[in-house]
């Protein structure tokens, strides 16, 4: 069974750095991308930028670069969302998600059950 | 980038109801054209990719068309468990934006 798991809710203050992880399990994970999706509270979905674990090659949506950093490690099958200085504004729910291609169509077909990241003086 | 356009951005309908979600991409992407649903609290889930290809699983009920720069989202009899908000991506070209979602709520 594919399986996307993250880790749990963090609570910090502005200026501080942070690293959220997404495990992935039940297929091979140096296969497929995998990607990082903001939803800030109430609001939709923003893709954030995308990893291939095999390789780390990175992209990066515009409105994230420089922001946040996507790094994975494939020997423990982790992808990984860091910042160095947290803002009030970073403040949302943070999915991974594995992409797939189907029929040659590109997908997030799994996705992570999402971290909680709050940023509060 | 490539904006997409979701409307409504939200709707009221009842059981059994046909529904129909539109999507519109700011320049032609082709069929490359994504629906998730979310339920609040969860994840989102794939529902169709390709602008029509139902992801395996998801019931018959839903269907999707369009190419170019319109696109829909259509279920056929809204069921109970359908009431969530319901999001289009584009998977054209990076970054693979997604609209700003459809709220689909009970009359």
């Known amino acids: 069974e594919v399986q996307l798991v993250q880790s749990g809710a963090e609570v910090k203050k502005p200026g501080e750095s942070l690293k959220i992880s997404c495990k992935g399990s039940g297929y091979s994970f140096t296969s497929y991308w995998i990607g990082w999706v903001r939803q800030m509270p109430g609001k939709g979905l923003e893709w954030m930028g995308i990893?291939?674990?095999?390789?780390?090659?990175?992209r990066y949506s515009p409105s994230f670069q420089g922001q946040v950093t996507i790094s994975a490690d494939k020997s423990i099958s982790t992808a990984y969302l860091q910042w160095s200085s947290l803002k009030a504004s970073d403040t949302a729910m943070y999915y991974c998600?594995?992409?797939?291609?189907?029929?040659?169509?590109?997908?997030?077909?799994?996705w992570g059950q999402g971290t909680l990241v709050t940023v509060s003086s | 980038d490539i904006q997409m356009t979701q409307s409504p951005s939200s709707l009221s309908a009842s059981v059994g109801d046909r529904v129909t979600i539109t999507c519109r991409a700011s320049q032609s992407i082709s069929s490359y054209l994504n629906w998730y649903q979310q339920k609040p609290g969860k994840a989102p889930k794939l529902l169709i990719y390709?602008?029509?290809s139902l992801q395996s699983g998801v019931p018959l009920r839903f269907s999707g068309s369009g190419s170019g720069t319109d696109f829909t989202l259509t279920i056929s009899s809204l069921q109970p468990e359908d009431f969530a908000t319901y999001y289009c991506?584009?998977?054209?070209?990076?970054?693979?934006?997604f609209g700003q979602g459809t709220k689909v709520e009970i009359k």
């Open positions: 998600a594995k992409r797939n291609i189907l029929t040659g169509y590109s997908t997030f077909d799994y």
């Open positions: 390709a602008a029509s």
């Open positions: 990893i291939y674990p095999d390789d780390s090659d990175t």
């Open positions: 991506q584009q998977s054209y070209s990076i970054p693979r934006k």
